[in-house]
């Protein structure tokens, strides 16, 4: 019991150390069949918390709870505090929990009884996740950083709605374990997070609908040993269709140690992203996201014919290295995987005579570093000015800069719907998959552009 001065706030008293809420090593090692239930305040050693079982606390001095009053079958107990208990101790006992569930691998049914104790002590269970409480970040980034696959579902779960600096938390968590697959399983809400509220996804409520329960976008990436360079495949489902209805259709990636992302608009012609709908020419954007440090940059979007579907196309045809000789002739890298020889080696007449297979590329250069960039907070209010819906999205603006004689792009911005790219704005075009699938590759090299065409040799 606490005895407290009548002139004194009850905020402002000093617990005894009865009211001691039990360390967490006590709590898992006392765990068994029957759950625990913290005993009697009057224990014969005080400060040192006991177990009882259900048998032995009708004979206690504790009033059995009415039923509607039951403590749920979990870890609720936990959180048995006294009357005294006030709601900032409460806040430090869930913060050390959270902290050691995601250093050391526990079981995450803690964090229902974490929430269940917030709720009680009017504490917003959401925000004690996201904040950057463990060494400057958040819960969910160490979940990340730490790999602890099963705990990351739960703490998603509960810590929805996701704050921007939350997204920016968990972007930067994934770029610093290099972890694509697992990038992509947020954006895409692939398992395990089929359930999940939360998402990194930039996509519109309308690009949701389309795609309704067809299979998100899929993007592998291929790095190049030693040349600084990658291939991005990527199949983006109901390309076309997207393009059409929400005017927009963009994709993520972590690859070289930077978040990268591509992506196909509709807009004005006139480049202004003030007040503008999707319409206009389609246009395709090449950025880096936050926490990606800036690079020269020199890059192509191929988009080939897909095969049939009774077919299947060897992958050798798609590999990068069919764009440039052998690795192990420029870089002394493994041997380079050409598709087999024909038996009989075609003349110069059959040479002639035979055509590559059509493809749509266009070149995404710049002579100026491309580099991140938070949008200006001018342009950004004017924008959110002449915007009819507090939603509206805004297309890529290109921003140049200088800094100490360094020249910086934050954006390279090509028209899509001139040339070879505007078959992609056709129906039934033959570079549109039957299941209305685009089929493309971003190669890209890190480097200085330069004169030729070949993007990586």
């Known amino acids: 019991m606490v005895v407290l001065d009548k002139y004194h706030d009850v905020e402002d008293a000093e617990p005894t150390i009865t009211d001691a809420p039990p360390s967490y090593e006590a709590i898992t090692s006392g765990q068994?069949?029957?759950?625990?239930?913290?005993?009697?305040?009057?224990?014969?050693?005080?400060?040192?918390?006991?177990?009882?079982?259900?048998?032995?606390?009708?004979?206690?001095?504790?009033?059995?709870?009415?039923?509607?009053?039951?403590?749920?079958?979990?870890?609720?107990?936990?959180?048995?505090?006294?009357?005294?208990?006030?709601?900032k101790q409460v806040r430090q006992t869930v913060l050390s929990l959270v902290r050691d569930l995601v250093i050391n691998p526990q079981s995450p049914d803690i964090l229902d009884s974490c929430a269940d104790a917030c709720k009680t002590h009017s504490l917003d269970f959401a925000s004690l996740l996201q904040e950057p409480s463990i060494e400057d970040h958040s819960a969910i980034y160490w979940a990340i950083v730490n790999r602890r696959e099963a705990l990351l579902p739960g703490?998603?779960?509960?810590?929805?709605?996701?704050?921007?600096?939350?997204?920016?938390?968990?972007?930067?968590?994934?770029?610093?374990?290099?972890?694509?697959?697992?990038?992509?399983?947020?954006?895409?809400?692939?398992?395990?997070?089929?359930q999940q509220k939360a998402s990194l996804s930039t996509s519109s409520g309308a690009d949701a609908l389309v795609l309704g329960s067809?299979?998100?976008?899929?993007?592998?990436?291929r790095e190049v040993?030693?040349?600084?360079?990658?291939?991005?495949?990527?199949?983006?489902?109901?390309?076309?269709?997207?393009?059409r209805i929400s005017g927009r259709v963009s994709v993520e990636f972590?690859?070289?140690?930077?978040?990268?992302?591509?992506?196909?608009?509709?807009?004005?012609?006139?480049?202004?992203?003030?007040?503008?709908?999707?319409?206009?020419t389609w246009?395709?954007?090449?950025?880096?996201?936050?926490?990606?440090?800036?690079?020269?940059?020199?890059?192509?979007?191929?988009?080939?014919?897909?095969?049939?579907?009774?077919?299947?196309?060897p992958s050798e045809v798609n590999d990068l290295i069919s764009l440039s000789p052998p690795l192990s002739e420029t870089s002394g890298g493994p041997p380079a995987r050409y598709p087999p020889p024909p038996d009989n080696p075609p003349t110069s007449k059959s040479k002639s005579k035979s055509k590559a297979p059509p493809t749509i590329e266009v070149r995404l250069k710049s002579a100026y570093r491309l580099a991140y960039r938070s949008s200006s907070?001018?342009?950004?209010?004017?924008?959110?000015?002449?915007?009819?819906?507090?939603?509206?999205?805004?297309?890529?603006?290109?921003?140049?800069?200088?800094?100490?004689?360094?020249?910086?792009?934050?954006?390279?911005?090509?028209?899509?719907?001139?040339?070879?790219?505007?078959?992609?704005?056709y129906d039934n075009t033959a570079f549109i998959a039957a299941d209305g699938t685009l089929h493309a590759r971003l190669e890209v090299r890190l480097g200085k552009p330069e004169a030729t065409e070949c993007i990586i040799c």
């Open 377 to 425: 907070l001018f342009l950004t209010a004017l924008d959110a000015a002449f915007s009819s819906h507090k939603d509206s999205w805004v297309p890529p603006r290109i921003d140049q800069w200088s800094e100490e004689g360094v020249l910086y792009t934050n954006a390279i911005v090509v028209p899509l719907g001139e040339g070879a790219g505007a078959e992609l704005m």
């Open 225 to 243: 040993d030693g040349q600084g360079a990658f291939v991005a495949d990527m199949q983006i489902s109901m390309w076309q269709k997207r393009m």
């Open 254 to 280: 972590i690859a070289r140690g930077r978040i990268w992302s591509l992506t196909f608009f509709s807009a004005p012609s006139t480049g202004s992203s003030i007040a503008s709908k999707a319409v206009g």
């Open 214 to 221: 067809m299979p998100a976008d899929d993007i592998s990436i």
């Open 32 to 87: 068994s069949s029957t759950r625990p239930t913290l005993a009697d305040e009057k224990s014969p050693h005080p400060g040192q918390p006991s177990f009882a079982s259900s048998s032995n606390l009708q004979a206690s001095a504790i009033p059995r709870p009415k039923p509607s009053q039951a403590a749920s079958p979990s870890w609720l107990s936990v959180f048995s505090f006294p009357s005294s208990r006030t709601s």
């Open 155 to 194: 703490l998603l779960t509960h810590a929805v709605p996701l704050t921007l600096a939350s997204v920016s938390d968990i972007r930067l968590a994934c770029l610093a374990t290099s972890n694509q697959q697992l990038f992509q399983a947020l954006r895409c809400r692939r398992e395990p997070f089929t």
């Open 283 to 313: 246009q395709v954007a090449l950025c880096l996201l936050e926490h990606s440090p800036p690079t020269f940059i020199d890059s192509r979007l191929v988009v080939d014919i897909p095969p049939p579907p009774s077919t299947t196309r």
